[in-house]
Protein backbone atom coordinates (compact mmCIF):
# COMPACT_ATOMS: atom_id res chain seq x y z
CA UNK A 1 0.00 0.00 0.00
CA UNK A 2 1.30 3.45 -0.93
CA UNK A 3 2.09 5.34 2.10
CA UNK A 4 0.02 7.97 1.42
CA UNK A 5 -2.96 5.31 1.77
CA UNK A 6 -1.61 4.27 5.26
CA UNK A 7 -4.82 4.49 8.09
CA UNK A 8 -3.30 6.78 10.44
CA UNK A 9 -2.64 5.35 13.95
CA UNK A 10 -4.95 7.09 16.56
CA UNK A 11 -3.00 9.89 18.91
CA UNK A 12 -2.76 9.11 22.69
CA UNK A 13 -3.69 11.35 24.94
CA UNK A 14 -2.92 10.98 28.90
CA UNK A 15 -6.29 12.34 30.89
CA UNK A 16 -5.67 12.85 34.55
CA UNK A 17 -8.39 11.44 36.72
CA UNK A 18 -9.65 10.63 40.46
CA UNK A 19 -11.85 7.55 40.78
CA UNK A 20 -13.84 7.97 43.96
CA UNK A 21 -16.36 5.37 41.90
CA UNK A 22 -16.42 1.43 42.93
CA UNK A 23 -15.47 0.89 39.22
CA UNK A 24 -12.49 0.50 36.99
CA UNK A 25 -11.41 3.60 34.86
CA UNK A 26 -13.16 4.14 31.50
CA UNK A 27 -11.18 2.26 28.84
CA UNK A 28 -11.52 1.80 24.73
CA UNK A 29 -13.66 -1.64 24.26
CA UNK A 30 -11.62 -2.12 20.96
CA UNK A 31 -8.91 -1.13 19.54
CA UNK A 32 -10.74 1.15 17.56
CA UNK A 33 -13.43 2.59 19.87
CA UNK A 34 -13.47 6.13 19.10
CA UNK A 35 -15.14 6.52 22.73
CA UNK A 36 -14.90 4.93 26.69
CA UNK A 37 -17.62 3.83 28.53
CA UNK A 38 -19.34 5.76 31.07
CA UNK A 39 -20.70 3.99 34.22
CA UNK A 40 -23.21 4.63 36.99
CA UNK A 41 -21.79 5.28 40.61
CA UNK A 42 -25.27 4.57 42.44
CA UNK A 43 -25.62 3.67 45.87
CA UNK A 44 -28.85 2.03 44.62
CA UNK A 45 -31.14 1.57 41.74
CA UNK A 46 -32.58 4.57 40.34
CA UNK A 47 -35.98 4.36 38.07
CA UNK A 48 -36.56 7.00 35.03
CA UNK A 49 -40.57 6.81 34.32
CA UNK A 50 -41.18 7.72 30.50
CA UNK A 51 -40.32 11.54 29.87
CA UNK A 52 -38.43 11.60 33.34
CA UNK A 53 -34.79 12.50 33.12
CA UNK A 54 -31.73 12.30 35.88
CA UNK A 55 -28.74 13.52 36.41
CA UNK A 56 -26.44 10.34 37.07
CA UNK A 57 -23.34 10.23 38.73
CA UNK A 58 -20.02 8.59 37.64
CA UNK A 59 -17.69 9.50 40.10
CA UNK A 60 -14.93 10.40 37.88
CA UNK A 61 -12.97 13.69 37.78
CA UNK A 62 -10.48 14.32 34.71
CA UNK A 63 -8.42 16.59 33.94
CA UNK A 64 -8.25 17.34 30.36
CA UNK A 65 -4.95 18.11 28.01
CA UNK A 66 -5.08 21.79 26.64
CA UNK A 67 -7.19 22.27 23.37
CA UNK A 68 -9.24 18.98 24.16
CA UNK A 69 -12.85 18.90 25.29
CA UNK A 70 -14.71 15.53 26.25
CA UNK A 71 -17.95 14.99 24.51
CA UNK A 72 -20.70 12.64 26.18
CA UNK A 73 -22.95 10.83 24.16
CA UNK A 74 -25.85 8.23 24.27
CA UNK A 75 -24.93 4.43 23.99
CA UNK A 76 -26.64 3.35 21.13
CA UNK A 77 -28.17 0.05 22.65
CA UNK A 78 -29.43 2.08 25.42
CA UNK A 79 -30.97 4.12 22.86
CA UNK A 80 -32.43 1.10 20.56
CA UNK A 81 -33.95 -0.86 23.55
CA UNK A 82 -34.74 1.35 25.98
CA UNK A 83 -35.18 4.93 24.01
CA UNK A 84 -33.16 6.09 26.83
CA UNK A 85 -30.75 8.88 25.75
CA UNK A 86 -28.23 11.53 26.71
CA UNK A 87 -30.28 15.12 27.05
CA UNK A 88 -28.18 17.60 26.42
CA UNK A 89 -26.16 15.14 23.61
CA UNK A 90 -23.47 15.43 23.04
CA UNK A 91 -22.77 16.65 26.39
CA UNK A 92 -19.55 19.10 26.29
CA UNK A 93 -16.65 19.16 29.16
CA UNK A 94 -14.26 21.82 29.09
CA UNK A 95 -10.51 21.40 30.00
CA UNK A 96 -10.89 23.34 32.76
CA UNK A 97 -13.93 21.91 34.45
CA UNK A 98 -13.01 19.69 37.44
CA UNK A 99 -16.29 18.73 38.80
CA UNK A 100 -17.61 15.24 39.03
CA UNK A 101 -18.64 13.31 35.65
CA UNK A 102 -22.32 13.46 35.10
CA UNK A 103 -24.46 12.25 32.56
CA UNK A 104 -27.86 13.74 32.16
CA UNK A 105 -29.89 10.71 30.78
CA UNK A 106 -33.72 10.95 29.82
CA UNK A 107 -36.04 8.19 29.06
CA UNK A 108 -38.28 8.28 25.86
CA UNK A 109 -39.27 5.06 26.43
CA UNK A 110 -42.46 3.46 26.88
CA UNK A 111 -41.63 1.86 30.02
CA UNK A 112 -39.49 2.85 33.22
CA UNK A 113 -36.11 1.96 33.03
CA UNK A 114 -33.99 1.26 36.29
CA UNK A 115 -30.64 2.56 35.62
CA UNK A 116 -28.32 0.53 38.32
CA UNK A 117 -24.64 0.85 39.75
CA UNK A 118 -21.95 0.21 37.57
CA UNK A 119 -23.97 -0.09 34.27
CA UNK A 120 -22.67 1.52 31.48
CA UNK A 121 -24.70 4.90 30.89
CA UNK A 122 -22.88 6.83 28.13
CA UNK A 123 -19.35 7.45 26.36
CA UNK A 124 -17.10 9.68 26.25
CA UNK A 125 -14.96 10.81 23.23
CA UNK A 126 -12.00 13.07 23.49
CA UNK A 127 -11.61 15.30 20.89
CA UNK A 128 -8.97 18.51 19.53
CA UNK A 129 -10.95 21.95 18.77
CA UNK A 130 -9.41 24.96 17.43
CA UNK A 131 -10.21 28.57 19.10
CA UNK A 132 -11.98 30.87 16.68
CA UNK A 133 -11.84 34.54 16.51
CA UNK A 134 -14.90 36.08 14.78
CA UNK A 135 -14.14 38.90 12.46
CA UNK A 136 -17.57 40.88 11.55
CA UNK A 137 -18.35 41.35 7.32
CA UNK A 138 -21.38 42.86 5.71
CA UNK A 139 -21.47 39.70 3.64
CA UNK A 140 -20.02 36.44 3.24
CA UNK A 141 -18.72 35.25 0.05
CA UNK A 142 -20.63 33.01 -2.47
CA UNK A 143 -20.95 29.31 -2.34
CA UNK A 144 -22.25 26.53 -4.10
CA UNK A 145 -24.90 25.67 -1.43
CA UNK A 146 -25.57 29.32 -0.63
CA UNK A 147 -27.97 29.91 2.12
CA UNK A 148 -29.87 26.10 1.39
CA UNK A 149 -31.12 24.24 4.70
CA UNK A 150 -32.72 21.57 5.84
CA UNK A 151 -33.60 19.02 3.21
CA UNK A 152 -32.39 21.58 0.19
CA UNK A 153 -30.72 18.41 -2.00
CA UNK A 154 -34.29 16.52 -1.74
CA UNK A 155 -34.35 12.98 -0.44
CA UNK A 156 -32.55 10.87 -3.15
Do not use: W
Amino acid sequence: MPEEEQPTKAAVATVRVVNKSRHPLPEHATGHSAGVDLRANLDGPLTLEPGGFAMIPTGLYIELPEGTEAQVRPRSGLAFKHGVTVLNSPGTVDADYRGELRVLLINHGKAPFEVKDGERIAQMVISRYIKVRFEEMPELCASERGAGGFGHTGTH
